[in-house]
């Protein structure tokens, strides 16, 4: 379970994100609010990327301030649009991040199967189409044994069958690791084979959860 208290998140004077506390478990949380509200901040201070206020910290685990390399061993993350240098190949990025990661040849292979990224395995970043680079973002994003997985705008540009891929994977991880999701949207999440745990909104610099 991640738990996060009094977390902060300012540029300078001007605060982003303000809220006392929240907890997440297994499972799947839908976090919304309009562009520019902050989703995307708060999802890089959790994964590490930018600096926050706060306890941040699995039950029983590292913290992301006390055990910050602990920490982000646990963490996976994948942006809503990402960028590469243009000179990298996803096999640079998977050999890469899969190192840090722990995560065997096997698990690499089978990612770079399952989302159909054999085909540019080995062509440069500069090269590939957003889609393109979409998969291989949410591939890289379930390397390793994270217990808390990242998904800002997970289905945007993905075809049909990356998103029943991705959709398994998430089921997947969830019934077996006991991972915990966090997903933002424009698009409905829920359905039968991605049950919602909780929805939680970014506004008015907070985060607050839905009405059931």
Not at 46 to 75: I, M, T
Not at 82 to 95: S, V, W
Not at 119 to 130: I, L, N
Not at 138 to 162: Q, R, Y
């Amino acid at each position: 379970m991640l738990v996060i208290e009094k977390f902060s998140k300012s540029y300078g004077d001007q605060v982003i994100l303000e809220f006392s506390e929240v907890s997440f478990t297994q499972g799947v949380y839908w976090i919304k609010g309009k562009n520019g509200s902050g989703k995307t901040t708060f999802f890089k201070a959790l994964a590490g990327l930018h600096p926050c206020r706060g306890s941040v910290r699995f039950e029983g685990g590292p913290s992301l301030h006390q055990q910050p390399v602990a920490y982000r061993k646990k963490v996976n993350y994948s942006e809503a649009e990402p960028q590469y240098p243009g000179f990298l190949t996803p096999k640079d990025l998977f050999n890469f991040i899969g190192k840090a990661k722990g995560a065997s040849a096997a698990q690499q292979q089978f990612l770079v199967d399952s989302f159909g990224i054999a085909a540019y395995y080995e062509k440069p970043c500069e090269t590939h189409s957003s889609g393109m680079l979409k998969k291989v973002s949410l591939a890289l994003a379930f390397l390793g044994a994270p217990e808390l997985i990242i998904l800002d705008e997970p289905l945007i540009t993905l075809d049909e069958a990356a998103r029943n891929i991705l959709l398994h994977l998430i089921e997947d991880r969830i019934t077996r690791e006991g991972v915990t999701f966090l997903l933002s949207s424009h698009q409905v999440l829920e359905s039968e084979q991605l049950p919602v745990k909780g929805t939680y909104t970014v506004a008015n610099q907070t985060l607050v959860p839905d009405e059931a």
